[in-house]
Each structure stands twice: as structure tokens, then as C-alpha cells.
Nanobody
Framework: VQLVESGGGSVQAGGSLRLSCAASGYTYRTYCMGWFRQAPGKQREAVANIDSDGSTTYTDSVKGRFTISKANAELTLYLQMNSLKPEDTAMYSC????????????????????WGQGTQVTVSS
């Protein structure tokens, strides 16, 4: 399984970015797919996920600003990020897990699943 992210970059506060994650080689019908981020000196944080049935969940700090979506046929994941803030600056990584999404996703960073290499998002004030 391979995941490749794209779409990161540098923007000013209030701007928008759209991240993409193309997954290949994953053949199971059930999955939880989503985004994590890690800022320098901080622990990795779960941002949002989307279940194979389309259900979505967000961490509180991005609700109303970020939207996660997917294209089923290609198993491509997106993260539309609006009203970006300097505190959103981080390396964003996508991941896919052979499980239904649940509270586990926003707990300790899962030690299973498949991960991409990440794409940097930098928001300046």
C-alpha cells in the first residue's frame, strides 16, 4: 500500500489550501482514512477522518474550517483547509487503516495502518 500526499505550501493567515492523498494497493472494502499533523516539537495530532461509508469526524480546532472528502473510485483523499491560522502550520500526513473509524483515531497515534510521507503546510501571520 502506498499513499502520496500533495498540495501543501505556504499561505498567509486566512488563506486556503487543498491537500490530496492518493492511495494505491489497498483492496479492502472497510477502511478508515484520514489526516494527521505534526508541528515541530509537538506530538502528532489527528485532524480528521472519513469512514468507508462516508462518515466524517474532526478535531475541535478545525471544525468549520476544514473539510475532508474522498473519491471512492480512486481511493483519493482530500482536505480542504480554509481560514488557515498560524497554529495550523505542520507536516500533514494521510493514513489508511483496515478498521472502521472510531474514538481510537483521536487517541494515541495508531501504530498500525499505512502512512504517507507528508506534505508541509506553513501559515504566516
Amino acid at each position: 500500500v502506498q499513499l502520496v500526499e500533495s498540495g501543501g505550501g505556504s499561505v498567509q493567515a486566512g488563506g486556503s489550501l487543498r491537500l490530496s492523498c492518493a492511495a494505491s494497493g489497498y483492496t479492502y472494502r472497510t477502511y478508515c482514512m484520514g489526516w494527521f499533523r505534526q508541528a515541530p516539537g509537538k506530538q502528532r495530532e489527528a485532524v480528521a477522518n472519513i469512514d468507508s461509508d462516508g462518515s466524517t469526524t474532526y478535531t475541535d480546532s478545525v471544525k468549520g474550517r476544514f473539510t475532508i472528502s474522498k473519491a471512492n473510485a480512486e481511493l483519493t483523499l482530500y482536505l480542504q483547509m480554509n481560514s488557515l491560522k498560524p497554529e495550523d502550520t505542520a507536516m500533514y500526513s494521510c493514513a489508511i487503516f483496515k478498521a472502521s473509524c472510531g474514538s481510537w483515531y483521536f487517541g494515541r497515534t495508531p501504530d498500525f495502518g499505512y502512512w504517507g510521507q507528508g506534505t508541509q503546510v506553513t501559515v504566516s501571520s
